[in-house]
């Protein structure tokens, strides 16, 4: 079974890292949701407040399969200037494991020099990270070698869809897409 991380920090967007925690769930994929510090309660950028499985300081690096940043612009700098989430990006680049990040979170990316050249981000947060490579409104998700990215809130879903294309198949990503009925989600 694939094992991914999705790590929260204060100010995170919420229909982004619920959307990602849920469908990959869905897919039979196991998710480990981690907290920055010890609170194991982390606060969304709407004052939604999340429970949390697990630390980020206590992440088995090498039992995961891949590592998912949801956005919100606070949870983004926060990821950013954490030493352990740097460092799992970095590791897990090294190593070819399948990255992810939407919205603001693409910077997260850019700050570990994981990003590739091709991505997207929330519109003009591209100015934060850098304009060349970009996609804009070309794709809700765009994919660069490891690295997975994706807009917003908006479309989480799809970029959550990707995701499991990418550890489960085109079949387990049909057949989600079909019971979620979303059809707009390539």
């Given at each position: 079974m694939s094992k991914v991380l999705v790590p929260l920090a204060g100010g995170f967007e919420e229909?982004?890292?619920?959307?990602?925690?849920?469908v990959l769930r869905r897919a039979d994929i196991e998710v480990i949701v981690a907290s920055l510090n010890s609170d194991n309660i982390v606060k969304g950028a709407?004052?939604?407040?999340v429970l949390t499985d697990i630390e980020i300081k206590d992440v088995v690096v090498d039992e995961l399969d891949?590592?998912?940043?949801?956005?919100?612009?606070?949870?983004?700098?926060?990821?950013?200037?954490?030493?352990n989430?740097?460092?799992i990006l970095k590791k897990m680049d090294a190593e070819g494991k399948n990255i992810g990040a939407?919205?603001?979170?693409?910077?997260?990316?850019h700050k570990a020099g994981v990003l590739?050249?091709?991505?997207?981000?929330?519109?003009?947060f591209e100015e934060h990270i850098r304009v060349d490579g970009f996609m804009g409104d070309k794709a809700k998700v765009v994919e660069d070698s490891?690295?997975?990215?994706?807009?917003?809130?908006?479309?989480?879903i799809c970029f959550a869809l990707t995701i499991v294309n990418k550890l489960k198949g085109k079949e387990a990503f049909k057949a989600l897409q079909t019971g979620l009925l979303a059809d707009f989600c390539e």
């Open positions: 229909i982004e890292a619920i959307s990602i925690i849920d709407n004052n939604i407040s891949m590592i998912v940043l949801p956005g919100g612009v606070e949870g983004t700098y926060a990821l950013a200037e954490d030493i989430v740097q460092y939407i919205c603001a979170a693409p910077y997260a990316l590739k050249h091709n991505y997207t981000c929330y519109p003009s490891n690295v997975i990215t994706s807009r917003g809130p908006a479309t989480a």
